[in-house]
């Protein structure tokens, strides 16, 4: 069967699982099989060496290991015919139940099991028989399929030093194929350490079902059994001698001193990532420059504990000694087993010489390569000093001090992790400088935008602001025009108040005045009173008089008529002169008397009229005692106004002042609002520069 350059996956991603932690790319030879340009950390299968590093170092589960055991139980149902082969390293799982796996398998329907231990021992003879014959510079031994991947895809140029013969595993499916022909139809069921043991076979052609030990485990689990549930059963095939230790670091080292005592000083031992991929990957710039080979066969493994800790096994983490122990035991019963007895201890050979001789053939398990390096060529391009530098300006690695190779990335060097970059396998924002300057710079973004968008929302407020300062401006001034008039007004007001306290004080002097000569006149009156008073008196005294006036006249008129009467008597010479003087004094009396009468009336109207003035001045007097009443009354409501008109006066005055300080407040103001309103136009100018920085 020819082989396919293209790798069989055996290592899946549960991207469900994945925290993009990149430890896996950390411990992983390949590197770029890895893909960390998305979420999550997936790989490619055609650059996968299959070793199984990323399943052991993933805390979170998220790398495992592909194998056939689900396949290899459905295949059961449906009445496949199968033979199981079983890696050495068995006996290092299962509490060193080796046989009780036989077992278990028969129980499952394997029609035989096989031990690859006596395949490892035919892998011995055959890389003794090729080093004999073609006396190479150094023989690479290749029972792990993760190296030969290894050398095929990233350093073909080893692939000539690498053993031309099969694995322990694939000697032992020819040698079925060839020597028990009863199971020439059967599928070959590989119980096995490693996942990657499926790429052999699809390299070789042989090979149905790689079952991991792993696997087998947690069917029992699952089952609720133990291996001790199972019988011992031996294998179907010739015991191996210390072959056993094949699964153990140098264990083909030490299997080759049954024919080569001295072979530990010929043999490179060398295990483990990253110490054998560092070793392969110089080795060929080594034996270009003529300092290696130093060794003639290089022993070597991808596990640190060899395929005892494969990582289809549940060794890994385990201590060595309590691993390598069971596999010891072991090899100390198979030599007991071998051991020669009698005089063939001296003269025989070793009886797994006989058995050896039985199963090998030359060519039969001759191997060869594939050169695989021009998928990876295809796949991953080498980049460009150019390039790289290119990706480090992105990554603002600018300077030496900015290339740290802290290897947080999973990488080796930021050159290699620059390299996958330039693939599309990976991204700077999983670079921790990168991160923690995009952090910085984010920060500074973050703040940035913050800033924008506080000063946005500060000119947003400072420009209503500025509205509001110009409209608080435009009312400021409206209001000190209308302090200035009302401060006119009130002025004014003030100046009239003024003009009325003066008023009132003259009034007040006037009714000062007024109350005086009220008084005054209350007097006057008084004594008018008084006067008329005794003007009735008088009046009273002559009308009394015109009285006795006129008895008198009367009186005289009765003397002159009787006068006349005694003049008549007298003669007429006598009496003519007589009776005139008689008649005057008649004519006397008579005027006397109505003199007096007319006089007495006249007085008595007189008197009437007094009577009424003095009635009238009573209440004149009464009127001026009335007037001089409203008068106080008026000068004390006079007093009361100056007083109020004196307060209003002051307040007036202080109002007026008050006005003037407001006035000079709210001009102030209108300055500073001018000012402030200039100022913050400036400031939303400085804050909008903010937006350019």
């Not at 020819?174 to 119980?191: A, R």
Request: glycine share 8%; hydrophobic share 35%.
């Amino acid at each position: 069967m020819t082989a396919t350059k293209s790798l069989r996956p055996v290592i899946k991603v549960l991207k469900d699982k994945c925290v993009n932690c990149h430890r896996c790319i950390m411990v992983c030879p390949a590197k770029m099989c890895n893909d960390g340009s998305g979420e999550i950390v997936d790989h490619h299968s055609d650059l996968c060496i299959g070793c199984g590093e990323c399943i052991s170092i993933c805390s979170h589960g998220a790398r495992v290991g592909i194998d056939n055991f689900d396949a290899f139980l459905e295949g059961l149902k449906n009445h496949e015919k199968v033979v199981a082969i079983v890696a050495p390293a068995v006996a290092a799982s299962f509490d060193g139940k080796y046989l009780e796996v036989n077992g278990l398998l028969k129980s499952l329907g394997a029609k035989a099991v096989f031990d690859v231990s006596f395949g490892a021992e035919l892998t011995v003879k055959s890389y003794l028989a090729y080093m004999k014959k073609a006396n190479p510079k150094t023989v690479i031994a290749q029972p792990c399929p993760t190296l030969v991947s290894f050398i095929e895809m990233y350093r073909p140029e080893l692939i000539p030093y690498l053993a031309p013969a099969d694995s322990p595993m694939m000697h032992t499916m020819k040698m079925i194929k060839k020597f028990y022909p009863q199971y020439k139809d059967h599928k070959i069921v590989v119980l096995s350490p490693c996942y990657s043991k499926m790429r052999e076979f699809d390299a070789c052609g042989l090979g149905d079902y790689n079952l991991a030990f792993k696997s087998l485990q947690k069917y029992l689990d699952d089952k609720g059994e133990t291996i001790e549930k199972y019988p011992a059963v031996d294998y179907d095939n010739p015991s191996a001698e210390r072959a056993v230790l094949f699964s153990s670091p140098g264990g083909l080292m030490r299997t080759v001193q049954r024919y080569d005592a001295d072979v530990n000083s010929k043999t490179r031992k060398i295990e483990g990532s990253p110490a054998i991929y560092h070793y392969l990957a110089h080795l060929s710039d080594a034996i270009k420059i003529g300092n290696a080979p130093v060794y003639k066969l290089v022993d070597c493994l991808n596990c640190h504990m060899g395929c005892n800790g494969g990582p289809a096994t549940g060794n890994r983490g385990k201590h060595l000694d309590d691993v390598e122990y069971l596999v010891e035991r072991r090899a100390q019963e198979m030599r007991k087993r071998y051991k020669p007895k009698g005089l063939r201890k001296f003269f025989g050979k070793n009886k797994i010489e006989k058995y050896l001789n039985d199963y090998w053939e030359e060519g039969l398990y001759s191997r060869s390569y594939t050169d695989r390096s021009d998928i990876f060529k295809k796949m991953v391009i080498s980049p460009t000093q150019e390039q790289i530098e290119d990706v480090f300006r992105f990554m603002h690695k600018t300077g030496q001090d900015d290339i740290l190779n802290c290897g947080a990335c999973g990488y080796k060097s930021c050159e290699q992790m620059a390299v996958a970059i330039v693939n599309h396998l990976n991204k700077p924002e999983n670079c921790r400088h990168y991160v923690e300057i995009q952090k910085r710079m984010q920060s500074e973004e973050e703040a940035k935008t913050m800033l924008n968008q506080a000063v946005d929302h500060a000119l947003e407020e400072m420009n209503r602001n500025i509205s509001g300062i110009g409209d608080l401006s435009a009312k400021i001034g409206e209001a000190a025009e209308y302090v200035l008039s009302s401060s006119s007004v009130i002025q004014q007001m003030v100046g009239n108040v003024m003009s009325i306290h003066t008023t009132l004080e003259h009034n007040a002097q006037t009714v000062l005045k007024l109350n005086e000569t009220s008084a005054d006149g209350k007097k006057l009156i008084g004594k008018i009173g008084k006067l008329i008073a005794d003007v009735s008196t008088q009046a009273q005294i002559l009308i009394e008089a015109c009285d006795v006036i006129g008895g008198i006249a009367d009186e005289t008129n009765i003397l002159g008529m009787n006068a006349a009467i005694e003049a008549a008597h007298a003669g007429e010479a006598v009496g003519k002169g007589f009776a005139v003087v008689a008649g005057e004094i008649r004519k006397l009396a008579d005027n006397s008397g109505k003199q007096a009468v007319e006089i007495s009336k006249s007085l008595k109207d007189v008197k009437v009229l007094i009577e009424n003035s003095n009635e009238t001045s009573l209440r004149a007097q009464e009127q001026f005692d009335t007037i001089m009443s409203l008068v106080g009354a008026v000068k004390n409501e006079a007093a009361s106004i100056r007083e109020a008109m004196d307060a209003q006066s002051s307040g007036g005055n202080q109002v007026v002042k008050s006005l003037e300080e407001i006035n000079s407040l709210i001009s102030s103001i209108k300055d500073e609002s001018s000012d402030l309103l200039s100022s913050g136009q400036g400031i939303i100018q400085d804050i909008g520069s903010l937006k350019m920085m």
